[in-house]
């Protein structure tokens, strides 16, 4: 399969009205609970990876980004619950335990992208939960999708320890949130359903 990575990682930028679109996401991406929105937003973006489509969305659908991005918290909830469940277990044990504990988060969270997309596409959070068409999905579209997990994974600790460090600096790190919170959900949307 091939895959014009240049594309999609100016994705957001194809769109007339980027500017815009982009400012309304970062703003909302720094604000707590409001923030909601832009898991919906992200949502729409996997969409367009799924049907190839080069804009960004409008933001004018406010209530489906709100319901959409409630259902995607409780879908990434669910599969965050054994990890988390496994690090209060097994936290106990020196160095396997912990070691256990974060093999085990990164294996289940690799689920996230594939649930979401696969909720986005259907609308019905059941769909989220097959796994076994999750794995399928998962392995039709490797090696693309575990280096691109794995690549989201490592900007976002990034982006999490530079949020941290700089906090003055939020707008920014709003703006390197929404920009990579689009590019990947456009992207995972993409492998999901193209491999």
């Given at each position: 399969?091939?895959?014009?990575?240049?594309?999609?990682?100016?994705?957001?930028?194809?769109?007339?009205?980027?500017?815009?679109?982009?400012?309304?996401?970062?703003?909302?991406?720094?604000?707590?609970?409001?923030?909601?929105?832009?898991?919906?937003?992200?949502?729409?973006?996997?969409?367009?990876?799924?049907?190839?489509?080069?804009?960004?969305?409008?933001?004018?659908?406010?209530?489906?980004?709100?319901?959409?991005?409630?259902?995607?918290?409780?879908?990434?909830?669910?599969?965050?619950?054994?990890?988390?469940?496994?690090?209060?277990?097994?936290?106990?044990?020196?160095?396997?335990?912990?070691?256990?504990?974060?093999?085990?988060?990164?294996?289940?969270?690799?689920?996230?992208?594939?649930?979401?997309?696969?909720?986005?596409?259907?609308?019905?959070?059941?769909?989220?939960?097959?796994?076994?068409?999750?794995?399928?999905?998962?392995?039709?579209?490797?090696?693309?999708?575990?280096?691109?997990?794995?690549?989201?994974?490592?900007?976002?600790?990034?982006?999490?320890?530079?949020?941290?460090?700089?906090?003055?600096?939020?707008?920014?790190?709003?703006?390197?949130?929404?920009?990579?919170?689009?590019?990947?959900?456009?992207?995972?949307?993409?492998?999901?359903?193209r491999c």
């Amino acid at each position: 399969m091939n895959i014009y990575w240049q594309n999609m990682l100016t994705y957001p930028f194809a769109d007339k009205y980027w500017p815009l679109k982009i400012l309304i996401g970062t703003v909302l991406t720094i604000i707590p609970v409001v923030n909601i929105v832009t898991l919906g937003y992200y949502l729409a973006c996997m969409r367009r990876g799924i049907m190839c489509r080069y804009d960004l969305p409008d933001w004018i659908n406010w209530r489906q980004f709100v319901q959409e991005g409630l259902w995607a918290l409780l879908i990434i909830i669910f599969y965050l619950l054994p990890p988390l469940a496994g690090f209060i277990v097994l936290g106990n044990i020196p160095f396997l335990g912990g070691f256990f504990s974060s093999l085990l988060l990164l294996c289940v969270s690799s689920l996230i992208p594939v649930a979401l997309a696969n909720f986005s596409l259907s609308r019905r959070l059941e769909d989220a939960f097959k796994c076994g068409d999750l794995i399928i999905n998962i392995i039709r579209a490797q090696p693309h999708y575990m280096m691109l997990y794995l690549f989201a994974v490592f900007l976002l600790s990034i982006l999490l320890i530079f949020t941290i460090i700089a906090p003055v600096l939020i707008l920014l790190s709003g703006v390197l949130f929404f920009y990579m919170g689009t590019v990947m959900s456009y992207i995972f949307g993409f492998l999901c359903y193209r491999c």
